[in-house]
T-cell receptor, first 115, second 111 residues
Framework: DAGVIQSPRHEVTEMGQEVTLRCKPI?????LFWYRQTMMRGLELLIY????????DSGMPEDRFSAKMPNASFSTLKIQPSEPRDSAVYFC?????????????FGPGTRLTVL | GENVEQHPSTLSVQEGDSAVIKCTYS??????FPWYKQELGKRPQLIID?????GEKKDQRIAVTLNKTAKHFSLHITETQPEDSAVYFC??????????FGAGTTVTVRA
């Protein structure tokens, strides 16, 4: 299994530009999570999906952020327009529901720099 | 929502000594407590987890204990090695699958 795949691994953009981050969860997993990691705020859950349906987006910082999951093998996190304070590492994670809560497996992350 | 506090923020130990990291959580309904290790520039990786129906769990040099009454759990690393140097995060699940993470502990193992 290739694990959770994210692209791009690094993104440098200018303020005001649109940024799209991509994630492919582990095959068969039915939960997908987007996290943001910064030195100041640590690891924050932005949004998560179950069976492609957004369940909780209360962590999305503002309307500039949006996430979609059009099918079980692909999700995107979009920032439009981007701002310097959006600079962070964005992780995608996936999990498989069992009888109890199960392990979340993280992707390698996308390091976003907004100039 | 769930609030997870983690201490200490940094920990330096001599190789071969033990390291202990402690976390407290606020929501008594939380029932899943994973620990992640993150090396510099890498992804967080699960190293051990514990569920609320278990008081202690061990995996080789790593152990986790849970005290539900006091709402705290701890990570114990014995016989530390240089490769144990990393940032360690505790987390608690307080509803559905939402994980709330502690702020992290930077562990440095001195050779």
């Amino acid at each position: 299994d290739a694990g959770v795949i994210q692209s791009p691994r690094h993104e440098v953009t200018e303020m005001g530009q649109e940024v799209t981050l991509r994630c492919k969860p582990i095959s068969g997993h039915d939960y997908l999570f987007w996290y943001r990691q910064t030195m100041m705020r640590g690891l924050e859950l932005l949004i998560y999906f179950n069976n492609n349906v957004p369940i909780d987006d209360s962590g999305m910082p503002e309307d500039r952020f949006s996430a979609k999951m059009p099918n079980a093998s692909f999700s995107t996190l979009k920032i439009q327009p981007s701002e310097p304070r959006d600079s962070a590492v964005y992780f995608c994670a996936s999990s498989l529901f069992g009888q109890t809560i199960d392990t979340q497996y993280f992707g390698p992350g996308t390091r976003l720099t907004v100039l | 929502g769930e609030n997870v506090e983690q201490h200490p923020s940094t920990l330096s130990v001599q190789e071969g000594d033990s390291a202990v990291i402690k976390c407290t959580y606020s929501d008594s309904a939380s029932n899943y407590f994973p620990w992640y290790k993150q090396e510099l520039g890498k992804r967080p990786q699960l190293i051990i987890d514990i569920r609320s129906n278990v008081g202690e769990k061990k995996d080789q040099r790593i152990a986790v204990t849970l005290n539900k009454t006091a709402k705290h759990f701890s990570l114990h690393i014995t016989e530390t090695q240089p490769e144990d140097s990393a940032v360690y995060f505790c987390a608690a699940s307080w509803r559905d699958y939402k994980l709330s993470f502690g702020a992290g502990t930077t562990v440095t193992v001195r050779a």
